[in-house]
């Protein structure tokens, strides 16, 4: 009964590698998020979508590439690994966009070898 | 752009005691929202307690109280009869009320309290 959930928890890789990080979401929101959490554990916001449209694109490498086959998915795929990319990804949700609160995932760990 | 300051890394607080956590804003919105987010060492995001900036009334969970004073842009937390579990790292948050490409959340760096049992 998982509210969202994220798949893998951890991910460990070589540099250059292409992975991906799914999320899944059974609140029945329309809003969905991915933000990143870097070693220093400051969190920014990554991408949002509402209802598979993308309406927050911030300062990201064009190696990372979201997307959402429907409203309750939102996975981030991310090309060519590099060291920098280490991190801990969250995904969130929201009812929508005017909903304030968000409801997070138990975050994946990327360590990029 | 909003920003959130949290300017204490670290607390320490003994068990049953009380303790207050600082954030400070800016903004030049006139409607939005706070929050304080607890991360433990499981590292999930967990919703402590939020505040809607047109209310006047400090929002309240239980042993969680807030201190939101606008007009000096703080926002701080006091966790009264700390427990064992309290101690993680927390995290303030700002979210405004306009919609759409705004209904991001933007963190302050985030304080770890421990708790001395």
């Known amino acids: 009964d998982t509210a969202v959930s994220q798949t893998p928890k951890y991910l460990v890789t070589q540099m250059g590698n292409d992975k991906s990080i799914k999320c899944e979401q059974n609140l029945g929101h329309d809003t969905m998020y991915w933000y990143k959490q870097d070693s220093k554990k400051f969190l920014k916001i990554m991408f949002s979508?509402?209802?598979?449209?993308?309406?927050i694109n911030e300062t990201v490498p064009n190696r990372f590439s979201p997307k959402s086959p429907d409203k309750a998915h939102l996975n981030l795929h991310i090309n060519s690994l590099e060291l920098g990319d280490s991190a801990v990804y969250f995904c969130?949700?929201?009812?929508?966009?005017?909903?304030?609160?968000?409801?997070f995932g138990p975050g994946t760990r990327l360590t990029v070898l | 752009a909003q920003t959130v300051t949290q300017s204490q890394p670290e607390m320490s607080v003994q068990e049953a005691e009380t303790v207050t956590l600082s954030c400070t804003y800016d903004t030049s919105e006139s409607d939005y929202y706070l929050f304080w987010y607890k991360q433990p060492p499981s590292r999930q995001m967990i919703l402590v307690i939020r505040q809607e900036a047109y209310k006047q009334q400090n929002a309240t969970e239980n042993r969680f109280s807030v201190n939101f004073q606008k007009a000096a842009k703080s926002f701080s937390l006091k966790i009264s009869d700390s427990q064992l579990g309290d101690a993680a790292m927390y995290f303030c948050?700002?979210?405004?009320?306009?919609?759409?490409?705004?209904?991001?959340?933007?963190f302050g760096k985030g304080i770890t309290l421990s708790v001395r049992p």
């Open positions: 979508y509402n209802n598979k449209e993308l309406i």
């Open positions: 969130a949700s929201s009812l929508t966009t005017a909903t304030d609160t968000q409801y």
């Open positions: 948050a700002y979210r405004s009320g306009v919609t759409g490409a705004n209904s991001k959340l933007t």
